[in-house]
């Protein structure tokens, strides 16, 4: 016979795993990791909603984080190489956030400019024709070739996604819009993030990632509620449902 895990139990894990998490609650997936407490244990039990646990324990929900730009990014790895005087691997950057979490994880760096190489190019690109950062621009390696580098674009390749997804707050029922390699990877990262379980609405193939983002992103921008979050009507996610390819 299955043990009932009590309520106060429950609410005295989010707590304690609340303070080994900097004073924030965990999500539904890593609670259940940590504490071995699966969501059955709960839902409809306790509470009808993740968010309504935490609240009860005294927090306040999680929320979407707001997106750091990827010239922020860009001028957090300069100023992690020129504090090296090296161009950072990622176990550099890891060590960096450590030390202060002015710098973004190094997964941030990893998902938004890509590889080791992409993010030379990035840093490269920024710093091109602008004489404060000739320092910098001496301290990356040099540029590899195509053919080093296997660039030979072929034909049919699809370098992307640009990805829906949902989760439910307060106010309603929000989507995320954003461009990844990998659409499962990005969901179970956010879900990470994230109270409730999100959703995954539709993904958009693409060979141009970063600019058909960036087209719904202007699309709906004056729905947008934080970062990469919208409130988006019903029209409005059909409207990106209908697209497979662009």
């Known amino acids: 016979m299955r043990l009932v895990v009590t309520k106060e139990r429950i609410l005295s894990e989010i707590r304690r ?3 080994d998490n900097n004073n924030a609650p965990l999500g539904i997936r890593r609670f ?10 709960w839902r409809g039990r306790y509470w009808k909603t993740w968010s309504d646990a935490v609240t009860e324990a005294g927090f306040e929900p999680n929320v ?6 990827d010239d922020e990014l860009v001028l957090a790895l300069i100023a992690v190489t020129r504090e090296l005087q090296r161009f950072p691997s990622e176990i ?18 990893r998902i938004r400019l890509g590889n080791h190489d992409a993010r030379i190019e990035a840093v490269r690109a920024y710093t091109e024709g602008r004489t404060e950062f ?13 053919e080093e580098l296997d660039e030979t674009p072929s034909a049919g390749l699809v370098a992307g996604h640009v990805y829906m997804i949902a989760t439910t707050v307060r ?5 995320k819009i954003g461009h990844t390699a990998s659409v499962p990877r990005r969901h179970r990262e956010i879900a990470l993030e994230l109270p409730e379980q999100p959703d995954v609405i539709h993904a958009i193939e693409t060979d ?15 729905k947008r509620t ?13 409207a990106f449902k209908r697209r497979r390819f662009m």
């Not at 259940?32 to 244990?41: D, H, L, Q």
């Not at 141009?208 to 992103?217: C, K, L, Q, T, V």
Request: aromatic share 8%.
């Open 17 to 19: 795993t609340a303070v």
């Open 32 to 41: 259940e990791k940590v504490t071995g407490i699966i969501e059955s244990a």
């Open 64 to 69: 979407p984080q707001e997106r750091i730009s």
């Open 92 to 109: 550099d950057l890891s060590m960096a956030r450590a030390r202060s979490h002015a710098v973004p994880s190094a997964k941030r760096f």
């Open 134 to 146: 000739d320092d910098i621009r001496s301290i990356l390696p040099e540029r590899q070739s195509a």
């Open 171 to 175: 106010g309603g029922r929000r989507f």
């Open 208 to 222: 141009d990632p970063a600019g058909i983002e960036s087209y719904w992103h202007q699309r709906f921008a004056a």
């Open 226 to 238: 934080n970062g990469e979050w919208f409130a988006l009507t019903a029209d409005d996610v059909r």
